[in-house]
């Protein structure tokens, strides 16, 4: 999150509830890259949304510009958080042959780093 804007770096689909990168069940799977595709190009209008008043929340609590949430939506639909932390992997070092449509969404997640960086140098 960067001052109370979610974004989505990552979307890791396992068979196992231990999920850690990189996911080595996402490389071989077209089904789960396009379900994390698609999560990405629908973020704000679809998790960000149900989870709004949650993710405010953390960040009113968390009193930080920046930090990562490492979490999930339960089958029911409720938020679980898994870690929270002001220092998280946030990269771009995917191969883009195998995940094309990651570049566009670090972009995003880049740039408003960027401009949180620029906003508190001033």
């Not at 789960?32 to 949304?49: G, H, Y």
Request: glycine share 4%; net charge negative.
């Amino acid at each position: 999150m960067m001052h109370g804007q979610p974004f989505l770096c990552h979307m890791g689909i396992s068979d196992h509830w231990m999920v850690h990168y990189p996911y080595s069940e996402m490389i071989p799977s077209a089904a789960r890259r396009l379900e994390e595709e698609q999560l990405m190009d629908a973020f704000n209008e679809t998790f960000a949304q149900r989870h709004q008043a949650a993710l405010a929340a953390i960040h009113q609590k968390i009193q930080l510009d920046y930090f990562g949430l490492d979490c999930a939506e339960s089958i029911d639909g409720d938020l679980v958080i898994f870690e929270v932390a002001s220092a998280m992997l946030v990269h771009a070092m995917d191969d883009p042959a195998i995940f094309p449509y990651k570049a566009v969404q670090m972009r995003k997640v880049f740039d408003a780093f960027r401009n949180t960086l620029c906003r508190c140098s001033q």
